[in-house]
């Protein structure tokens, strides 16, 4: 029975970077936004030059979990925990990837004229944010309740994209000097949409870790 303390220690270390990658990518959702919102250039490429620690992060994590199943001989939930996290570890992943297209956007909208104040797309961000945050916790604290709160507040995102998606659109085809502008506001909502999806993705992965099955969740059941 000895072998399972040092067991818990890998596991616990295996969360510990999670967590820390989860920061970092939370941080790059709300910088990016930041980043349109202000005209900040030089935030914007520290968000691109950031883009490559968490490349390095989600390496080091799945090679833990690849060598966490080698050495350890884990049980069946501790497998589907660790194959869990990988999974996870590569949508946060593709989340940075999609921050550094929102900060390449910044780049692209540095000398752009404003004529309209961002207060939507700065919310759906922190939403979005606050959604991989809660999704990452209830994944390492096993929560499915805290999950299936995660998966609902998707809903809300979806339908603030949809009025900030259509509001651009109508303001490219009726102000012809600011179609570029608005056409961009776009689909930097459709970026932040879709960091809330792989949000999801990791709810159900908690779902997968504890039942080893896949759930709707938003069925409740």
């Known amino acids: 029975m000895a072998a399972r303390p040092k067991l818990e220690r890998e596991l616990v270390e295996i969360n510990d970077k999670v967590t820390a990658m989860t920061r970092r990518v939370e941080d790059a959702i709300v910088n990016s936004i930041k980043a349109i919102k202000n005209q900040d250039t030089s935030l914007a490429r520290a968000i691109i030059d950031g883009d490559e620690a968490i490349d390095d992060m ?12 080698a050495t350890q001989q884990p049980l069946a939930s501790d497998l589907r925990y660790s194959i869990s996290i990988m999974k996870m570890v590569t949508d946060l992943e593709r989340i940075g990837d999609h921050c550094e297209d929102l900060a390449k956007y910044a780049i692209r909208m540095e000398h752009e004229e404003y004529t309209q104040e961002l207060i939507d797309l700065p919310r759906m961000a922190d939403m979005a944010a606050g959604m991989v945050k809660n999704a990452i916790q209830a994944f390492l604290k096993q929560d499915l309740k805290l999950a299936r709160k995660v998966w609902k507040m998707d809903e809300e995102v979806d339908e603030l994209f949809r ?12 102000d012809s000097v ?33 039942e080893g099955r896949w759930e709707m969740l938003c069925s409740g059941h």
Do not use: G, K, P
């Open 178 to 210: 600011n179609t570029r502008l608005s056409i961009m506001f776009a689909f930097v909502a459709a970026h932040l949409e879709r960091i809330a999806d792989y949000a999801t993705n990791i709810c159900e992965e908690t779902v997968f870790s504890l």
């Open 58 to 69: 989600e390496d080091e994590i799945t090679e833990m979990c690849y060598l966490f199943l």
């Open 163 to 174: 009025n900030i998606y259509d509001e651009q659109l109508d303001i490219a085809v009726s």
